[in-house]
């Protein structure tokens, strides 16, 4: 019985020392220390959630390992009650205390899932940064509409404003994530869905898909940075002055299989977000893919 003890006790341990080893080298989990006030609301959400769930998945544990010790072989002390078949106040607390974690977890779930509703714009005194997301294989085409530009594997915004993504695929599913500042949002051919995040301070995020997609999935990446409103503004006429031009020319090249590729950007856009869309709706979709 001590030798089966020790195995799992031994593996916990283990683990643990792993988990303070990366730790300490600069290990970053970006889910448990976020930078983006979604992602910090996401996070202490699943904290809660865990902490709940462990009322009951402690006492379970520490009782499994106290009834195979007690009631071993070798314990002539322990109390044989062969016809023993039920207790009313036993009974009572592997019920109730189960139940009242999950009415707990049910108001904390509907509260949760309408606070944080991606979908649902931010309250916030700033208007929101529009950006249009294009899901490619295997690569990120991020579309600007206000500012009339484009960029490739990278997508900037002012820090402490909100951004409205829309997203979408000219590709196989995928889903967009960028996990220091809130959750994933899938893209979808022919369809357009919608991710609110904010970013409170500057800084740079790395940004990824979160939904396998074919080869190149694994490179699949691009870098969000949170910039201050100058550098923004900076940013957009360096973007400007690229001189290359997003039409429908260049994006059919875009859109074509490759590997992710150096960040590029676009200083004028003609091919808009909507007409990506609407390829889906003049075509069948399949005819489409075996375009691609």
Not at 27 to 55: H, S
Not at 109 to 128: C, G, I, Q, Y
Not at 129 to 144: G, M, N, Q, S, T
Not at 227 to 251: C, I, M, Q, R
């Amino acid at each position: 019985m001590k030798s089966r003890l020790l195995i799992p006790l031994s593996l916990g341990i283990i683990g643990f020392v792993v988990l303070l080893t990366v730790v300490a080298h600069g290990g970053q989990f970006p889910l448990l220390d976020p930078a983006g006030t979604i992602g910090l609301l996401e996070r202490d959400l699943m904290v809660r959630t865990v902490f709940l769930m462990l009322i009951v998945v402690i006492p379970v544990f520490i009782l499994i390992i106290f009834v195979g010790w007690f009631y071993r072989a070798e314990n002539t002390k322990a109390k044989y009650t062969p016809n023993w078949e039920n207790s009313a106040m036993e009974e009572l607390i592997w019920w109730s205390v189960p139940l009242e974690i999950v009415l707990v977890l049910a108001a904390l779930t509907w509260s949760s899932t309408h606070e944080l509703d991606p979908m649902r714009a931010l309250n916030h005194p700033k208007d929101p940064v529009v950006v249009e997301v294009v899901a490619l294989p295997w690569k990120w085409l991020f579309i600007y509409p206000e500012q009339g530009i484009a960029s490739v594997n990278e997508v900037a915004f002012p820090a402490d404003a909100p951004i409205e993504f829309h997203i979408t695929a000219d590709a196989p599913m995928n889903s967009f994530w960028i996990p220091a500042l809130g959750g994933q949002m899938y893209a979808m051919t022919g369809m357009s869905t919608s991710l609110h995040l904010i970013a409170p301070e500057p800084g740079d995020f790395a940004g990824r898909s979160a939904n396998y997609s074919g080869e190149g999935f694994s490179q699949m990446t691009f870098t969000a940075r949170a910039l201050e409103d100058d550098d923004f503004e900076n940013w957009v006429k360096d973007a400007k002055a690229s001189g290359a031009a997003l039409t429908p020319e260049t994006y059919a090249v875009l859109a074509e299989p490759s590997d992710t590729g150096p960040v590029r950007y676009y200083g004028s856009v003609t091919m808009p977000f909507s007409a990506i869309l609407n390829s889906f709706m003049s075509m069948p979709v399949m005819d489409h893919i075996e375009h691609h």
